[in-house]
């Protein structure tokens, strides 16, 4: 199996890639690549992203066919696709970080800013969210969340959000003044709002069940 991790300069690309050459088996080779030509030959393929979306939607648009490349491996060929954290929210028709940034357009939502309050005392959160968080699941017999429970914690840093049109399309959420998207799948496509390579046990079995699974 050839596994691409897309470098478009944002991600924790080398975390990622560690990561899922911990979950992967001997026959498969993890490769971090910024070339269109790779990403369509690819099995899988894991878009990271850290940083503001517009910056990452810049950077994603700065490689030569890296977009095309893309939608036409992972919309027309259907091969597996995993985005983490800005990487899922590129997914998104626009975010709204500072200006208004068109996404891949791949699933309907736009990122907006989180504003969470404290349920028993109307006070504000902290922004970003950063840090542990627990998962309630609201698809759980899904393939990529085999061996996971609902009320595991996993790893936040984020300041947005995706608000998806249609919760069909959720697959989990975290509850941080508010509930938060933070887990999505649609056909071949899946995403987090977490960290996966930071989420240590839950992190990695998600991982080994997006190499394993056969949508």
Not at 40 to 57: E, M, N, Q, Y
Not at 131 to 157: C, K
Not at 176 to 202: C, L, V, W
């Amino acid at each position: 199996m050839n596994i691409v991790v897309v470098d478009y300069g944002s991600g924790n690309l080398r975390s990622a890639a560690k990561a899922l050459e911990h979950v992967a088996d001997a026959a498969s080779h993890v490769q971090i690549s910024d070339k269109a030509a790779d990403v369509r030959a690819a099995d899988r393929i894991v878009l990271p992203g850290v940083g503001a979306f517009a910056d990452c939607k810049a950077g994603l648009g700065s490689l030569p066919g890296m977009i095309e490349a893309l939608r036409d491996t992972v919309i027309e060929k259907q091969r597996p696709f995993l985005g983490l954290c800005v990487g899922m929210q590129l997914m998104a028709r626009a975010g709204h970080e500072h200006v208004m940034t068109e996404g891949l357009n791949w699933i309907g939502g736009e990122v907006v800013s989180i504003a969470p309050r404290d349920a028993a005392t109307g006070a504000a959160l902290k922004v970003p969210h950063m840090g542990w968080n627990a998962l309630s699941f609201d698809n759980p017999r899904h393939p990529l969340l085999a061996g996971i429970d609902a009320g595991d914690e996993v790893y936040f840093v984020h300041s947005f959000q995706l608000r998806l049109d249609d919760l069909e399309d959720r697959l989990a959420a975290t509850d941080y003044g508010g509930a938060i998207t933070a887990m999505i799948a649609r056909d071949n496509m899946a995403g987090t709002q977490f960290h996966p390579e930071k989420s240590q046990r839950i992190g990695l079995a998600l991982l080994a069940n997006f190499l394993g699974w056969k949508p």
